[in-house]
T-cell receptor, first 114, second 113 residues
Framework: AQSVTQLDSQVPVFEEAPVELRCNYS??????LFWYVQYPNQGLQLLLK??????LVESINGFEAEFNKSQTSFHLRKPSVHISDTAEYFC????????????FGQGTRLTINP | DTAVSQTPKYLVTQMGNDKSIKCEQN?????MYWYKQDSKKFLKIMFS???????INETVPNRFSPKSPDKAHLNLHINSLELGDSAVYFC????????????FGSGTRLTVV
């Protein structure tokens, strides 16, 4: 069975500052990794994913995440945040086949202060 | 066009009532899911159907019964609602070939009073 730990429940940062949201996972098999974003009162949107290949993956709005197999981590980073990035961010993991159950971390609330 | 649509968006009901939430996807996906998000934002899978067949059934009270009439629809019926059922319920869909991640609906906020 897989599990995901997001080390920070809340991360406050100032606008235009860099940010890193931490995610560690546990699994006995190879996995796919995802970051989802949930804006207030909305559903979850896929931000980016790691399936295979290059360990650094990027989203269209400036976020990136790096898969580190030895540290079983998939931290999310952005070099300069904007007020509109205020949201809840969820790291998730699924195995490669079968039912592909997506297991989520507890979420990290990113708050951007002006 | 909305990819995964859920109805209703809000549902307020009294304890003991029976209610249903409907979900439809137009993405051509073959797998659909129900997730529950509690007041602390934690997301937990409840059920999953692949081509109308139940493939994931987590530890959920049997008052909850999913139904999938076809691979584009997955409904959730809840009997004898309890206060603890208050949560946001999300429907999602994906392709079983894997790797695409899920597409989520906008959620149904259920409040039991």
């Amino acid at each position: 069975a897989q599990s995901v730990t997001q080390l920070d429940s809340q991360v406050p940062v100032f606008e235009e500052a860099p940010v890193e949201l931490r995610c560690n996972y546990s699994s006995s098999v190879s996995v796919y990794l995802f970051w989802y974003v949930q804006y207030p009162n909305q559903g979850l949107q896929l931000l980016l994913k790691y399936l295979s290949g290059s360990t650094l993956v990027e989203s269209i709005n400036g976020f990136e995440a790096e898969f580190n197999k030895s540290q079983t981590s998939f931290h999310l980073r952005k070099p300069s945040v904007h007020i509109s990035d205020t949201a809840e961010y969820f790291c998730a993991v699924s195995d490669l086949g079968g039912a592909q159950k997506l297991v989520f971390g507890q979420g990290t609330r990113l708050t951007i202060n002006p | 066009d909305t990819a995964v649509s859920q109805t209703p968006k809000y549902l307020v009901t009294q304890m003991g009532n029976d209610k249903s939430i409907k979900c439809e996807q137009n993405l051509g996906h073959d797998t659909m899911y129900w997730y529950k998000q509690d007041s602390k934002k934690f997301l937990k899978i409840m059920f999953s159907y692949n081509n109308k067949e139940l493939i994931i059934n987590e530890t959920v009270p049997n008052r909850f019964s999913p139904k999938s009439p076809d691979k584009a629809h997955l409904n959730l019926h809840i009997n004898s609602l309890e206060l603890g059922d208050s949560a946001v319920y999300f429907c999602a869909s994906s392709l079983s070939t894997g790797g695409g991640g899920y597409t989520f609906g906008s959620g149904t906020r259920l409040t039991v009073v």
